[in-house]
């Protein structure tokens, strides 16, 4: 099958890259957010493959992943065949909605010719589809393999661009804990994040490290800590799992279900996880049993062929 999706969410897009079809992804020359082509910074398989905008338009494809709300049109520019009507296809929400209960309806809700999948049961209840058909798939990932040792007594924390998404992130509340732990920041924009940060323990940026060397950076630091209020379910924070790193997590969104108790310490009081990444801080053998239940409970729930089948159970129902 041959399926045409845009390079938006890079560990997302990993993983369902390494499915059995062809995947082909929009590509621009300045390699913007509608035309970033292959993945710079991920490894991906020779399935998947770039075309312009011109060459899509003599090039026949199976189904269409839409990821955002704009790509309805452009699909249909770029292809010469509306989505849902003259090509099947499918909608993809990452995202948590945002705003008040009663307005958070989803941008193609009432779309019968579409089926929206989301990626959290979480999101699934809280956005309001309408008529559309609506499918849980839930991640799965790339297994990094059980790559924990925890050498370093610090709580590694993962997101990009913690600046600009401020609360939503939890980035106002790393002073918090690096008054308990010592901290490592990775992703996009992480120096920007913590230039302002002053505690006991030290607070150090990682900026942009490729998906390879993050996770073994990751898990060379004795805990993870997610301090997210309200996104998703962030794929680093199952990526930490495979790797065999406890949780301290806030217990929002869909935290809650993904983190078993055995596996690290969710909750909604601050004051609790701080105390859990300063104990997992100096108890390693406490991480690293925790750190073992973590990676089985991903394992179970966020396996890629599990992701994967479910996919090719999908795309079959769209294509038939």
């Given at each position: 099958m041959r399926v045409l999706l845009w390079h938006v969410h890079g560990s997302w897009t990993t993983a369902l890259v390494h499915g059995h079809h062809e995947y082909i992804v929009p590509v621009l020359p300045d390699r913007g957010p509608d035309g970033r082509g292959r993945a710079l910074t991920w490894s991906w398989p020779e399935s998947v493959i770039e075309l312009t905008p011109e060459a899509l338009r003599e090039t026949d494809v199976d189904a269409v992943l839409l990821q955002r709300p704009h790509e309805v049109e452009l699909a249909e520019?770029?292809?010469?065949?509306?989505?849902?009507?003259?090509?099947?296809?499918?909608?993809?929400?990452?995202?948590?909605?945002?705003?008040?209960?009663?307005?958070?309806?989803?941008?193609?809700?009432?779309?019968?010719?579409?089926?929206?999948?989301?990626?959290?049961?979480?999101?699934?209840?809280?956005?309001?589809?309408?008529?559309?058909?609506?499918r849980v798939i839930e991640h799965g990932v790339v297994d990094p393999g059980p790559r924990w040792t925890g050498e370093v007594a610090a709580a590694a924390v993962v997101v990009n661009e913690a600046k600009r998404r401020g609360r939503v992130t939890g980035t106002d509340l790393l002073a918090t804990f690096a008054r308990h732990a010592p901290l490592d920041v990775f992703g996009m924009g992480a120096s920007e994040a913590?230039?302002?940060?002053?505690?006991?323990?030290?607070?150090?940026?990682?900026?942009?490290?490729?998906?390879?060397?993050?996770?073994?950076?990751?898990?060379?630091?004795?805990?993870?800590?997610?301090?997210?209020?309200?996104?998703?379910?962030?794929?680093?924070?199952?990526?930490?799992?495979?790797?065999?790193?406890?949780?301290?997590?806030?217990?929002?969104?869909?935290?809650?279900?993904?983190?078993?108790?055995?596996?690290?310490?969710?909750?909604?009081?601050?004051?609790?996880?701080?105390?859990?990444?300063?104990?997992?801080?100096?108890?390693?053998?406490?991480?690293?049993?925790?750190?073992?239940?973590?990676?089985?409970?991903?394992?179970?729930?966020?396996?890629?062929?599990?992701?994967?089948?479910?996919?090719?159970?999908?795309?079959?129902?769209?294509?038939?």
């Open positions: 520019e770029w292809l010469g065949r509306r989505p849902g009507r003259e090509v099947p296809a499918v909608y993809v929400e990452h995202n948590a909605p945002q705003g008040r209960i009663a307005e958070m309806r989803h941008p193609v809700a009432d779309r019968p010719d579409l089926t929206l999948v989301h990626v959290t049961h979480f999101n699934d209840l809280f956005w309001d589809a309408g008529s559309t058909a609506t913590v230039e302002e940060i002053a505690a006991p323990h030290p607070v150090e940026p990682h900026d942009d490290l490729p998906q390879g060397r993050l996770h073994a950076e990751m898990a060379r630091r004795r805990v993870y800590l997610h301090p997210v209020r309200w996104t998703s379910l962030g794929l680093s924070l199952i990526e930490a799992m495979h790797l065999g790193m406890p949780v301290v997590a806030l217990a929002t969104t869909e935290v809650a279900e993904a983190v078993p108790p055995e596996a690290g310490v969710v909750s909604t009081r601050v004051e609790t996880l701080v105390d859990g990444v300063r104990r997992l801080c100096n108890e390693p053998e406490e991480a690293a049993v925790m750190g073992k239940a973590a990676r089985e409970a991903a394992l179970d729930r966020y396996s890629l062929d599990r992701f994967l089948g479910d996919w090719d159970e999908l795309l079959e129902e769209v294509t038939a």
